[in-house]
């Protein structure tokens, strides 16, 4: 079964206004850490925000903010004021603490994000 | 910052032969693991490793095997290359997690094409 779901396989967004990328996951683990992760053309993974499970409020790092619905199971990101170099693939991931101790990270699809000029 | 470094941005090789992907961090991770990322299907992960020597086996580790020597080396070996493993491969790196918190870090990738 699909453990992290990212239905939008492509966006578009005009440059400085905001877009939420979606993600949803599954897991009975109460422990989890739940990350975003970018990939460029070029291809290297940037990490770009984690939230934990047991994170009380919603993780925020510079135009990356994640709106964590833990009773919903989503955990969508949003950036803020669109730049052209945010133009890219976007991950959303998972780590259970589970039975692997937590080496295991799980990824979704993937979202390319297109923004406009 | 952590730098993970990939033999090869681009490989071609034929089917049959044994081939070496190969990966470096200077950030004295204890984790390494290495993915292949195809369209649509995100990344999966092959193999992982939590210290020199262990290794564990990942969510499709048919047809791949790892080696791991050094605490700063990870190599990923096809040891009989099909056409099925075109595809891109990530290495990364992380400390041990404490709970869930540490982020992975990634090398640039592979490109890996069989004939």
């Known amino acids: 079964a699909q453990k992290i779901t990212q239905t939008q396989p492509g966006m578009f967004v005009q440059e400085k206004e905001a877009v939420t990328l979606d993600c949803t996951y599954d897991t009975s683990d109460p422990s989890y850490g739940l990350f975003w992760y970018k990939q460029p053309s070029s291809g290297e993974m940037i990490f770009l925000i984690y939230q934990g499970s047991y994170d009380q409020q919603n993780a925020t790092e510079g135009r990356y903010s994640l709106n964590f619905q833990k009773a919903r199971k989503s955990a969508n990101l949003v950036i803020s004021a669109s730049q052209l170099g945010d133009s890219a693939m976007y991950f959303c991931a998972m780590r259970e603490v589970g039975n692997t101790g937590g080496f295991k990270t799980i990824f979704g699809a993937g979202t390319r994000l297109f923004v406009k000029a | 910052d952590v730098k993970v470094t990939q033999s090869s941005r681009y490989l071609v090789k034929r089917t049959g032969e044994k081939v070496f992907l190969e990966c470096v961090q200077d950030?004295?991770?204890?984790?390494m693991f290495w993915y292949r990322q195809d369209p649509g299907l995100g990344l999966r992960l092959i193999y992982f490793?939590?210290?020199?020597?262990?290794?564990e086996k990942g969510d499709i580790p048919e047809g791949y095997s790892v080696s791991r020597e050094k605490k700063e080396r990870f190599s990923l070996i096809l040891e009989s290359a099909s056409t099925n493993q075109t595809s891109m491969y990530l290495c990364a790196s992380s400390l041990s997690p404490s709970g869930t918190k540490q982020p992975q870090h990634f090398g640039d990738g592979t490109r890996l094409s069989i004939l």
């Open positions: 490793s939590y210290d020199v020597k262990m290794k």
């Open positions: 950030m004295d991770h204890e984790n």
